[in-house]
């Protein structure tokens, strides 16, 4: 079956500007992250959501980055004012709720200039 | 201290040999072991998820826990070229909700000549 896509898989901005990555999950996973990987620092979680509801916020690094999900559907990551430092691979994967087998798409590639 | 420690490498190794790939953990909460393989400018593709100490075999793949040394491995048989990408340990504390949420070692580097 289909599994996680994510859009666009590249994306360049310019510093200061608003991006929005978007994120579909497997059909029928009720449970969404959201991840973040640079060179630096590896692969990092920043948002957790189950169904529509995001109880676990605590990875995103400022109050510039938000992200909300629809119809327990598809999921948004917006990062506003973006700095170079939010240049990375930002990587979603869904699972079923009681699951650990976590999917991953392919990612979105952001570059910040 | 890093919750999980993973060496980088470069790991070169030639076909056919046998890969050892090892993460450490502090934290004892964590339950669930993965291991993700990736390749260049691909998402992490999941290869073995375990819950308890021992070993699990799945094709040329086995994984193994050390719970009391905090120590997992990946070992890979008769290694291919096309086994060459990253390895990442994935570790979670496993139960209900947020604890899901994977902390991941930094990956190590495999390649495998033919």
């Known amino acids: 079956g289909a599994g996680v896509s994510q859009s666009p898989s590249n994306k360049v901005t310019e510093k200061g500007k608003d991006v929005e990555l978007r994120c579909d999950p497997i059909s029928g996973h009720t449970a969404l992250y959201w991840y973040r990987q640079s060179l630096g620092q590896g692969l990092e979680f920043l948002i957790y959501f189950q169904g529509n509801s995001a109880p676990d916020k605590s990875g995103l690094p400022s109050d510039r980055f938000s992200a909300e999900r629809t119809g327990e559907s598809v999921s948004t990551l917006t990062i506003q004012r973006t700095q170079q430092e939010d240049s990375a691979v930002y990587l979603c994967a869904s699972s079923l709720v009681t699951g650990n087998e976590q999917y991953f798409g392919p990612g979105t590639r952001l570059t910040v200039t | 201290q890093k919750e999980v420690e993973q060496d980088p490498g470069p790991l070169s190794v030639p076909e056919g040999a046998i890969v050892s790939l090892n993460c450490t953990y502090s934290n004892s909460a964590f339950q669930y072991f993965m291991w993700y393989r990736q390749y260049s400018r691909k998402g992490p593709e999941l290869l073995m998820y375990?819950?308890?100490?021992g070993n699990k075999e799945d094709g040329r793949f086995t994984a193994q826990v050390d719970k009391s040394s905090k120590y997992i491995s990946l070992f890979i048989r008769d290694s291919q070229p096309s086994d060459s990408a990253t390895y990442l340990c994935a570790l979670t504390r496993g139960s209900g909700g947020s604890n899901y949420k994977l902390t991941f070692g930094k990956g190590t580097l495999l390649t495998v000549n033919p």
């Open positions: 375990t819950y308890s100490s």
